[in-house]
């Protein structure tokens, strides 16, 4: 008997069978199934458009197929995540509003959205794309993302909006103008990977965020690739930025963060700029075609600079200093594309210290006019006799132990599912 009891109790307590819910396109079709719908079960919409806004309030997945099409009514957002363990895939996305106090968007999850998974959808023209307000562990992966252009850059919203999102997973989304790629506000342990950002103010902007990855992005013709800012221990591996006006990586008063296997190519000012930014390690980064590699300002002072390259750049450092900061750590310094060394024993590392800043260098940078007078023979004498007289030079970097050739230069593949 008590066996019988303990069985029956076990069968209770399981749920019961998922129930599949096949939607055709009509008014107000979405909204019927759902209010007869529980938790667990799947709405399959048929090919169409559904002119509808949507409240999933109950663990359900919304399972668009690939043919079916939300357009909202200019109002709110057009999909309300507001129940754990919601899946949204496989939708055409459209017609959100124009409120950024609301953060109006083809997709919001709410605080209540834990373990949200939105996957595979296209998101079109939405003031913001996916809006990740408050829910934990969400995943937002191979979406295409395209924004708004209809306004000012700053007057857009983001591709996908983060804010107080502790274990969110953004990977593998392709993301197209609106404001910011990828914008994170106050959140700690999250990952953002194998995405691609173009046409965008930046590409990933960084504010208050704490023990996050951004790794394996691809960042193409923005104004500024990576940024983070106000922000600790942040790991920023693997990503490329490629022609990015302003900056390719830029850390603002971030500090006890890796940065490292990074490829900038072709910016149009600096690949790498760092503005009170310290105890930070750069390392095995690629810095290449830049107006200025790697620039320090505000202060910035005890980061690790060891086995990258810099190459070609106009400019290697700028750095302004009255005394001389070592960029070899543990016997490995950097490549430097401008330094005519050599190698007498053959262990891959230059025979004399190399010093990227001259006298001239801080003139320049302090005096900009002066450069109608880089072509004199007076400038060039200052040059060789600093070269020939090391301890004339002001202070700025040295790298005793420079590498003679640059480290490979790895670039992320983009992972998602979107095409262009």
């Known amino acids: 008997m008590r066996c019988s009891l303990t069985l029956l109790l076990t069968f209770l307590s399981l749920p019961a069978w998922a129930a599949e819910w096949q939607v055709q396109p009509g008014p107000g079709a979405i909204a019927n199934a759902l209010s007869r719908a529980v938790t667990g079960d799947v709405l399959y919409l048929a090919p169409g458009t559904y002119a509808e806004t949507v409240l999933l309030d109950k663990s359900v997945t919304l399972d668009g197929g690939g043919g079916a099409r939300l357009e ?25 509003g124009s409120s950024h106090e609301t953060i109006d968007a083809g997709i919001k999850l709410t605080e209540k959205a834990t373990s949200a998974v939105v996957r595979g959808n296209t998101l079109l023209g939405n003031l913001y794309g996916v809006d990740i307000h408050g829910a934990q562990d969400a995943l937002v992966a191979n979406n295409r993302i395209e924004g708004r252009q209809d306004q000012r850059m700053n007057d857009r919203g983001n591709g996908i909006y983060v804010w107080n999102a502790p274990g969110a997973v953004v990977e593998g989304n392709d993301v197209r103008w609106g404001r910011d790629g990828l914008f994170v506000n106050s959140s700690k342990k999250n990952i953002f990977r194998g995405n691609r950002f173009r046409d965008l103010r930046f590409a990933v902007h960084y504010m208050y965020v704490n023990q996050s990855e951004v790794s394996g992005n691809i960042s193409i013709g923005n104004d500024l690739g990576y940024a983070v800012m106000f922000s600790k221990r942040v790991k920023v591996t693997g990503n490329l930025s490629a022609d990015d006006r302003e900056h390719g990586i830029m850390l603002n008063y971030t500090n006890h963060s890796e940065i490292t296997g990074n490829t900038v190519l072709n910016g149009e000012n600096r690949c790498a700029f760092l503005y009170n930014a310290n105890s930070n390690r750069f390392s095995g980064n690629h810095f290449q075609h830049c107006d200025v590699g790697i620039h320090f300002t505000g202060g910035s002072a005890k980061n690790v600079i060891t086995g990258n390259a810099f190459v070609g750049n106009r400019t290697q450092v700028k750095y302004v200093s009255t005394k001389w900061d070592e960029w070899s750590d543990k016997g490995r310094g950097n490549h430097w594309s401008d330094f005519a060394a050599y190698d007498l024993d053959g262990d891959g590392i230059a025979d004399t210290a190399f010093r990227p800043n001259d006298a001239m260098d801080h003139i320049l940078w302090t005096q900009p006019a002066t450069k109608m007078l880089l072509g004199s023979p007076a400038v060039q004498l200052v040059r060789w006799s600093q070269s020939a007289f090391p301890a004339l030079l002001p202070g700025g970097v040295m790298d005793s132990r420079a590498l003679m050739r640059a480290p490979d230069m790895t670039l992320p593949e983009f992972r998602g599912g979107a095409d262009g």
């Open 72 to 96: 909202g009514n200019g109002q709110g957002s057009v999909v309300t995540v507001d129940a754990p363990d919601v899946v949204v895939q496989g939708l055409t996305i459209n017609g959100s």
